[in-house]
């Protein structure tokens, strides 16, 4: 899973209805790329190169988690659905034209892509509305800011700045305090609930299980080291929950966890023999009265397939002779728990064809089907 990354996205159109083709692209690159979190001015300004219509032309600020090179084969398939025919370095009319001005501050040469790009500072059209953005950042290769290159470019061309106007377009989270993003191993709930912390100022709190010098031995022994890896599991996310908790962040919107504390019920339930599970459940409901409950719980359904080439994938060598029926009574055991909670508000996830991770237009509606689910 990538980082977050900025890039600014020159967008322009002189074909038909100009201001709408603005419009679409921004909603094509908020599905498919990354929320759209600032627009420029318009400016209508001279076709550039060629004799042609006039463009309305604009900059997009753009968070992805996709590389430039990605982010550049995603444009030009978005000009290709909406329209556009590009004809080797030959400039026409067109409905919508998408270029990548900047990447962080990166500086990337190869035979099919130039960033920065490479004629910034000879066109108004790309000038004009970067300053409305960022006229203070320093060009990476130039080393001069953007509202200085404005103010020397060798462009004579005439802007006009149009009385129209375009809208940005990002996810948004309704008003919670705190988030539980659960499911079995294997489900993607950690890469989800760090994808939701970055995306919308939330304090994360993921599960310490790394540190637990019972997990590996488990997996090689679960019976001999079933109760002290519960019991030690249970201690750590009971103390992470109340510490991260009572020390809430006050620059952070709200917490979301990979994990609630619950999850220490329903795995002790498979692990361990009864007699031991009964103990575990009175030191459970001792601890448990002290932890605050979550606003929402999201459980992410992965069948036992799928869950098995996630875990494959990953790589973790003590996790990979995890047996297929310890993830079927995991996933039985996270489901009755649902079904009988009656003061939980609870949300599930069917994860059948959803890659959140590499697809943007499913982690969308994953935040569509969270807020819809937010009282």
């Not at 919107?253 to 329903?266: G, N, Q, T």
């Amino acid at each position: 899973m990538n980082k977050n990354q900025l890039t600014y996205i020159a967008i322009g159109s002189n074909q038909g209805d100009r201001l709408d083709y603005l419009q679409e692209a921004i909603s094509e690159i908020y599905t498919h790329i990354g929320d759209v979190l600032r627009v420029s001015k318009v400016y209508e300004t001279p076709a550039w190169g060629f004799e042609g219509a006039h463009f309305l032309n604009a900059c997009l600020e753009v968070r992805t988690r996709f590389t430039a090179a990605d982010l550049m084969k995603k444009l030009l398939s978005i000009e290709l659905a909406m329209g556009r025919k590009r004809k080797g370095n030959v400039y026409t009319d067109r409905p919508i034209d998408l270029d990548i001005i900047f990447y962080e501050n990166e500086h990337i040469e190869t035979p099919s892509l130039q960033i920065p790009h490479p004629r910034l500072a000879e066109r108004k059209f790309v000038l004009y509305p970067l300053v409305d953005l960022i006229p203070g950042f320093e060009h990476p290769v130039l080393k001069s800011k953007i509202r200085d290159l404005k103010a020397q470019t060798s462009d004579d061309s005439q802007l006009k700045e149009s009385p129209a106007s375009i809208s940005p377009q990002y996810n948004r989270l309704k008003r919670l305090n705190f988030l539980a993003i659960e499911g079995n191993i294997g489900s993607g709930k950690t890469s989800l609930s760090t994808m939701i912390s970055e995306d919308f100022n939330a304090k994360l709190i993921l599960e310490r299980f790394k540190d637990n010098a019972f997990l590996p031995q488990f997996y090689k022994d679960q019976k001999r080291y079933a109760f002290p890896l519960e019991m030690s599991f249970l201690a750590d996310r009971h103390q992470q929950i109340l510490d991260d908790i009572s020390q809430f962040d006050l620059f952070r919107d709200f917490v979301v966890a990979d994990y609630d504390v619950h999850k220490s019920l329903i795995f002790a339930k498979v692990t361990l023999e009864n007699d031991e599970f009964n103990l575990y459940r009175k030191i459970f409901k001792v601890m448990h009265s002290e932890v605050p409950k979550p606003d929402l719980y999201v459980y992410l359904y992965q069948n036992t397939a799928q869950l098995l080439e996630n875990i494959k994938k990953r790589g973790r060598d003590y996790e990979q002779n995890i047996a297929p029926d310890y993830l079927e009574k995991i996933n039985h055991g996270y489901l009755y728990f649902i079904k009988n909670q009656l003061d939980l508000t609870a949300k599930l996830i069917d994860m059948a064809d959803i890659d959140f991770v590499n697809k943007r237009q499913d982690y969308n509606r994953i935040i569509t089907m969270i807020n819809n689910s937010i009282a």
